[in-house]
């Protein structure tokens, strides 16, 4: 993994609109190139409105040499695992992989998906923002809860945490949902969150580009440039972790950064 900031490098990112708070939009988007030995980002964007917000600053990537800055919590022993400077995860029961990085607001979280074919296409979910309800990591006890035992990658061991939480094709690529985690296992679902429409689901072999946003209020969710959910949140969850989510899922990641983020004025 490598970090970047102020003293180690400024990526000159301004002018360049990262599919931000689109309103009414056609766009497409393509990452590619390489420089330097480091990966370009190169999005081709095609739109009516101005973006909200654009990139400041790439804080963070990850390109899967190994899994040194992740935490694993799984069911099944080895189901995730590094290849080809790709992360590969095949769970059959359920699995989350933290980032081990604490990240704070205004941030975007990026990175490429494939879901694998001849297995059961589902679930591509992912928690952001998240964290134990006395603000620890969520791959360290709950010291608020007094809890000692560590989450062993089952769902509802999370359902205490303070997260947002997508899950894209889920319920056997019925459904994308999302839902904000409240911390004391309230975790409510709004009709509008449901999304059922094809277009909403799960293809095998399908590049699919995630782009996590939370600025201030403005909670937001992306997938190959089009805008999935636009959530405000009156108390917005400011600081915490990212996680990988799979439920009987097998799935390869590449290409994860972290970007701070500035208002397009």
């Not at 980002?41 to 101005?50: A, D, G, L, T």
């Not at 782009?211 to 969850?237: A, C, H, M, W």
Request: glycine fraction near 6%.
């Amino acid at each position: 993994m490598l970090k970047l900031n102020k003293k180690m490098m400024t990526v000159p990112l301004s002018g360049v609109l990262f599919l931000l708070g689109l309103c009414s939009c056609n766009m497409s988007i393509d990452f590619d190139g390489s420089k330097d030995g480091m990966s370009v980002i190169i999005p081709k964007i095609s739109f009516k409105e101005q973006t909200q917000f654009i990139a400041d600053r790439l804080l963070y990537t990850d390109f899967f040499s190994s899994l040194n800055d992740w935490v694993i919590q799984q069911q099944t022993p080895n189901s995730v695992k590094v290849e080809d400077n790709v992360l590969k995860v095949y769970e059959p029961k359920g699995a989350t992989v933290w980032f081990k990085k604490k990240l704070t607001e205004p941030v975007m979280i990026q990175y490429e998906v494939t879901m694998r074919e001849n297995v059961r296409v589902s679930d591509m979910n992912c928690f952001w923002m998240a964290s134990n309800a006395d603000g620890s990591a969520p791959f360290k006890p709950d010291r608020k809860k007094g809890e000692t035992p560590m989450r062993n990658g089952a769902f509802s061991e999370y359902d205490n945490m303070k997260t947002y939480y997508v899950g894209c094709g889920g319920h056997n690529n019925t459904k994308t949902r999302f839902r904000r985690y409240a911390g004391n296992g309230e975790k409510p679902l709004f009709l509008e969150h449901d999304l059922i429409a094809k277009k909403y689901l799960l293809e095998a072999n399908k590049i699919y580009k995630i782009q996590l946003v939370v600025f201030g209020e403005t909670i937001q969710y992306f997938r190959n440039g089009e805008l999935f959910y636009d959530f405000k949140d009156s108390k917005p969850f400011t600081k915490g972790y990212f996680g990988f989510r799979a439920y009987n899922a097998s799935y390869d990641v590449k290409n994860f950064r972290v970007f701070s983020l500035k208002r397009n004025k």
